[in-house]
């Protein structure tokens, strides 16, 4: 039986980053909100996530002397953007931007750290920067959430060192130290006996990193303003009154029940990365949909875009990348199951190459995930295997680890036993290991590793780049990400395509009002995160690409749907140097959206 068992203001369908913001936004301005939850655990892809946020302009880079050039962040996005790029939802962004952030780290538990020198991806095309844009979450202590700790999604296992987390930055640079540095030393053995302890007390780490972070930070927020947030509480469909989208039959406590949304729903349901026919048609490294790997929660299978679709609204199917791709390796855990590594810095790393599965390498192995995944679909011949290995020599295995191998001193034989790494004395017996030509091997090893010796690599670059540098070494000299690999046995890890999000989404305006299929907005319904395209155009700029929009539209979403809004907005386009002359950071219908 159906009944109508609760009444709200907003109702937020989606408990990640986006959600999360647009109820706390939302709430700090009065309304009475609503988060349901489809999983049993709260946090979505953000609990997972590395934690980052990309927004020009922020007080917290000017506090630290790094100025944005008028226009430059604009120019940087047109020119990521391409063809898709959409200049009212540009200019929402970046005029909202460090608002969003000025609200969220004034009014809620919500802090940052910017490092001074993390590069756009792209730092050497127009409008890119060297550092002010890419922040990442300040470590938050769990046991502020009390018992709903244990509520929150756990980071991937992958990921961790013991199951503790570690932070960007001091965290990585000591723990891949601790043998060569008291100091990191130290630094480790307190941070790993301190994670000890909160596990043995109760019975998870305590010291919250990265996206870990920033979901328990948001979730904190939430309880600060008394929001309530059902777990396992699907939504099954909207409810449409007079023209409009007025709320949602869900299901809560074993019970199906209309919740009646008195100014709106928004749809934070963290995109389609595990919807089997979507992926089928939009993936073109996926005719299936079953080729492909995703670190996502297995419940993100697009529910959002579904329920949109239903009442008419239009999802753009042309976006030249549909997700935001990063390579992966298939690992085996300890408990059986398969897990998803994400390959995110150490392609960067000197003396590691990769190489098609016809032993021949196809990239800048140190550009960007989004990057390299797209270089190796452009090296993959039709009915072709969309897969990589990732080649490196003992020496760089255990100094710089590989995947989910750690550096030394942790074994790797556990690695080697579930065939996840693959060993070989010599390059032709690691390609006879990995079913690739072992002359062919051999010769690409031999043309890399002359000009490696040097530093170089005239082949592709590697370590050419703003970007490829600060993932690479600091301390290899001359070339941070180039070294010849030379020292056996020599190893391998095999990589798929995966993403950290999808991009392709529901077209939305600059005021996060869902369009329909003409291009109008449909009444009561709005999306944020990965339900709303992209507004990157199928590209990848930068370090949290997807949580800076995410957190910023997401206070847009609140804003709106308390009338506030045009109140925040700036009173002149004008006064904000990223934004064109004449237009306005709040496109008034949105229209244009879906065309742009």
């Not at 946090?43 to 997972?48: D, I, K, L, M, N």
């Not at 990309?54 to 120019?75: H, V, Y």
């Amino acid at each position: 039986m159906i009944q109508t068992d609760r009444i709200c203001d907003v109702l937020v369908v989606g408990s990640g980053a986006s959600g999360m913001s647009a109820a706390i936004t939302a709430a700090h301005h009065g309304l009475d909100v609503l988060v349901v939850e489809k999983e049993a655990i709260l946090g979505g892809t953000t609990a997972r996530s590395g934690g980052w946020l990309w927004i020009p302009g922020t007080k917290l880079a000017l506090n630290q002397g790094i100025t944005e050039e008028p226009g430059a962040a604009r120019t940087y996005l047109e020119h990521e953007a391409g063809s898709h790029f959409d200049p009212d939802r540009v200019d929402a962004f970046l005029a909202f931007g460090p608002k969003a952030i000025d609200f969220f780290t004034t009014k809620t538990c919500l802090q940052f750290d910017m490092p001074p020198d993390f590069p756009d991806y792209h730092a050497e095309a127009p409008g890119g920067k060297i550092g002010g844009r890419s922040m990442v979450t300040r470590p938050f202590d769990g046991t502020q959430l009390g018992p709903r700790v244990h509520d929150l999604g756990m980071p991937l296992p992958e990921l961790t060192v013991f199951g503790m987390m570690l932070g960007s930055g001091k965290d990585i640079v000591h723990f891949m130290r601790a043998f060569k540095s008291v100091e990191s030393f130290v630094y480790v053995v307190k941070r790993l006996s301190r994670h000890f302890l909160d596990v043995l007390r109760h019975g998870r780490g305590m010291t919250l990193t990265n996206g870990n972070a920033l979901a328990g930070r948001l979730a904190r927020a939430a309880m600060d303003l008394d929001i309530p947030v059902w777990l396992s509480s699907p939504v099954k469909s909207l409810i449409e009154s007079e023209g409009r989208v007025a709320g949602a039959t869900i299901e809560h406590n074993g019970t199906q029940m209309r919740v009646i949304a008195r100014r709106g729903v928004v749809l934070a349901c963290g995109g389609f990365p595990h919807e089997i026919e979507r992926r089928k048609k939009l993936f073109a490294h996926a005719p299936t949909g079953r080729e492909h790997y995703s670190p996502s929660p297995q419940a993100n299978t697009g529910d959002g875009l579904r329920l949109a679709e239903s009442v008419g609204a239009y999802v753009d199917p042309t976006i030249p990348n549909a997700a935001a791709w990063v390579p992966a390796s298939i690992s085996t855990r300890k408990d059986g199951t398969s897990g998803v590594m994400p390959h995110f810095i150490d392609r960067a790393k000197p003396g590691v190459i990769a190489v098609t599965p016809a032993g021949k390498r196809f990239a800048n192995e140190g550009n960007s995930y989004h990057d390299f995944v797209q270089d190796l679909v452009a090296a993959t011949p039709a009915g072709g295997d969309f897969s990589a290995w990732l080649l490196c020599d003992h020496r760089t295995l255990r100094q710089y680890g590989l995947g989910c191998v750690a550096p030394f001193p942790m074994p790797i034989g556990r690695h080697l036993k579930s065939g996840y790494l693959k060993r070989g004395q010599t390059i032709e017996a690691l390609a006879a290991e990995i079913g690739v030509d072992g002359a062919t091997l051999r010769t690409t090893v031999e043309e890399f590793n002359g000009p490696a010796r040097n530093g170089e690599d005239p082949a592709f670059g590697k370590g050419s780049k703003a970007y490829n540098r600060y993932q690479g070494d600091a301390l290899r000299k001359p070339n941070p990400c180039v070294a010849a690999l030379e020292q056996a046995p020599f190893y391998a890890i095999r990589l798929v395509i995966g993403d950290i999000g999808t991009f392709a989404g529901l077209a939305t305006d600059a005021r996060t009002r869902v369009l329909d299929t003409d291009g109008k907005p449909i009444p009561g319904l709005h999306a944020v995160g990965n339900d709303a395209a992209s507004i990157m155009g199928g590209n990848y700029p930068g370090a949290g690409i997807t949580l800076g929009p995410a957190v910023t539209f997401g206070f847009v979403a609140g804003s709106e749907l308390a009338g506030k809004l045009d109140e925040i907005a700036d009173p002149a386009p004008s006064a904000t140097p990223d934004t064109a002359p004449g237009a306005s950071a709040v496109g008034e219908t949105g229209d244009d959206a879906r065309a742009a």
